[in-house]
């Protein structure tokens, strides 16, 4: 992977998916991939034969109901369909990768004051598989009171890149949403991989790997957003990774590397 072109691939694959194509060839393209990667298409808000482009399948709503939010206002949930990769406490800002593996919150965030903020407390990395569903939500409700985009690289974040390649989640592409919630201040990281052609916000005009310098803004008027609301949408899949000030939450007892998780499951709350 050190020898292919890994952004300019990127780029090519988002430009492929968004193209309009025949109805036939981009439906032909959807059924062999949901076959392939085993996609629950009954779960899809509409059949195939709905969606303009490949891309537009890949960042397909989900029917309402499919996806219930468990309550609460210091219950987490998931933001993502996804599996676990690994969690815990950032121990003096560190974050584990893998087994002999980790990297710190001040190059994850590319701010160590805003790393300072999380340092101690609960982390979680979920990996999206390319069957799974590619919308990010809110893990609790609250408000919106900025973002941070950070360049990178983009290699890829399935489980055997995660093993073998040094720092992998601070060296990739991020797009950083910040909460204000009942159980404080949170980080959404969600990371940019090899063939992830663009990561995009729904709650602000943002679109990554563009070739844009590194930007952040803070909300003088953070924007509302209730537990289980859209963030944004991964133009095909990757990671991401949730930050939580420490001894505000606690994760459940399922919270284990392996687990398969969906939108909107309870995953811990108030210690």
């Not at 952004?7 to 025949?22: C, E, F, I, Q, Y």
Request: one cysteine or more; hydrophobic letters at 45%; charged letters at 20%.
């Amino acid at each position: 992977m050190k020898l292919v072109p890994k952004a300019s691939l990127s780029r090519l694959v988002g430009v492929a998916t968004r193209l309009p194509a025949p109805p036939a060839l981009h439906q032909a393209a959807a059924q062999i991939f949901a076959r392939a990667y085993r996609v629950d298409l009954d779960e899809a808000e509409q059949p195939i034969s709905g969606f303009r482009t490949f891309g537009d399948f890949f960042t397909r709503k989900l029917r309402p109901g499919s996806r219930p939010v468990a309550p609460g206002d210091a219950v987490v949930v998931s933001p993502v369909d996804g599996v676990v990769s690994e969690c815990g406490l950032s121990t003096e800002g560190r974050l584990l990768q893998a087994k002999g593996m980790d990297y710190t919150l001040a190059a994850l965030l590319a701010d160590p004051e805003r790393a300072e903020a999380f340092a101690g407390g609960a982390w979680a990395t979920i990996y999206l598989a390319p069957r799974d569903y590619h919308r990010i939500h809110a893990p609790l409700g609250g408000t919106i009171t900025g973002y941070a985009y950070v360049p990178g690289q983009f290699w890829p974040v399935n489980p055997s890149s995660v093993r073998t390649v040094p720092n992998l989640f601070a060296a990739n592409e991020r797009l950083v949403t910040f909460l204000s919630t009942p159980l404080g201040q949170v980080a959404v990281v969600k990371v940019g991989a090899t063939c992830v052609g663009r990561i995009r916000a729904t709650y602000d005009d943002v679109v990554t790997h563009r070739g844009d310098r590194a930007s952040e803004k803070r909300y003088a008027a953070p924007m509302p957003v209730e537990k289980g609301g859209e963030l944004g949408v991964f133009e095909m899949g990757s990671t991401v990774i949730l930050c939580f000030e420490p001894g505000k939450v606690k994760f459940d007892a399922l919270m284990q590397a392996g687990a398969v998780l969906r939108m909107g499951q309870a995953i811990g709350g108030a210690p």
